[in-house]
């Protein structure tokens, strides 16, 4: 498991809390500090500053127990790269949740931390994430960078309903209640199709979506330091 204080309840952070995870950390199965960071999409302004706060606690308390980091960010993309920068240092694992952010961001990150990684949950199958698209198409996000995830219970995968209708078309009109660890290879399916359409146009051998599931496996066990 991982423990951090999210940005929606950041004006709760307290000293006995960060006490706690401090204290936490010390489990054997505590594999993580987060998610932790700034969501500037459903909070006002006044709460950025504390957000700030809050995070870059989060952040130096982290790398001083050299836990890896799950980074959460929405429509702050500059504050949040620059908290990063200021306290953690080159080496440390990140791992940006969710991603849903901009290209300079991950780009950034890709290049300054070697040891960071992008997640990718269903998300990526809706309209709006088309610069994430062509960032996996041009390599500038390889299979060695991502993790996928499910963002439990949000971001069903699209193309589940596809494999729905296809398969059970008695079915069609149903709506999946909840995301779930069953739903990874839908986003699996999808990014393969990215990475071939790059592949292809650069004249290298396509994978498979198995591939993209041993990979984003192993990632996992690089980010986390434990056996998958």
């Known amino acids: 498991f991982a423990m951090g204080t999210h940005p929606h309840v950041a004006q709760y952070y307290t000293d006995d809390i960060h006490k706690t995870f401090i204290e936490t950390m010390s489990n054997q199965n505590c ?11 459903k909070n006002s302004a006044e709460t950025h500053p504390i957000q700030r706060e ?6 130096t308390a982290a790398v001083s127990l050299d836990k890896p980091l799950v980074i959460h960010t929405r429509d702050a993309p500059d504050d949040t790269l620059s908290l990063i ?5 080159k080496y440390h694992s990140l791992h940006i949740h969710c991603f849903t952010s901009t290209a300079k961001l991950a780009r950034a990150i890709l290049a300054e931390y070697p040891n960071s990684f992008i997640g990718i949950t269903g998300v990526v199958t809706y309209k709006g994430l088309e610069h994430v698209h062509d960032m996996i ?8 960078r991502i993790l996928l995830e499910t963002d439990s219970p949000y971001m069903v995968p ?3 309903y596809d494999w729905l209708t296809k398969g059970r078309p008695e079915e069609r009109r149903r709506r999946f209640a909840i995301s779930h660890a069953g739903m990874v290879p839908f986003v699996a399916e999808k990014i393969a199709g990215w990475v071939n359409r790059g592949r292809m146009a650069r004249g290298e051998e396509e994978t498979e979506i198995e591939e993209v599931l041993s990979v984003t496996r192993r990632n996992s066990g690089r980010m986390y330091r434990i056996e998958v």
Request: glycine share 10%; aromatic share 12%.
């Open 31 to 41: 594999v993580a500090w987060g998610e932790c960071g700034l969501d500037y999409f």
């Open 54 to 59: 809050v995070f870059a606690r989060q952040l």
């Open 85 to 89: 920068r200021e306290h953690v240092p």
């Open 137 to 144: 198409v041009s390599g500038e996000l390889p299979l060695e």
């Open 158 to 160: 699209r193309n589940a």
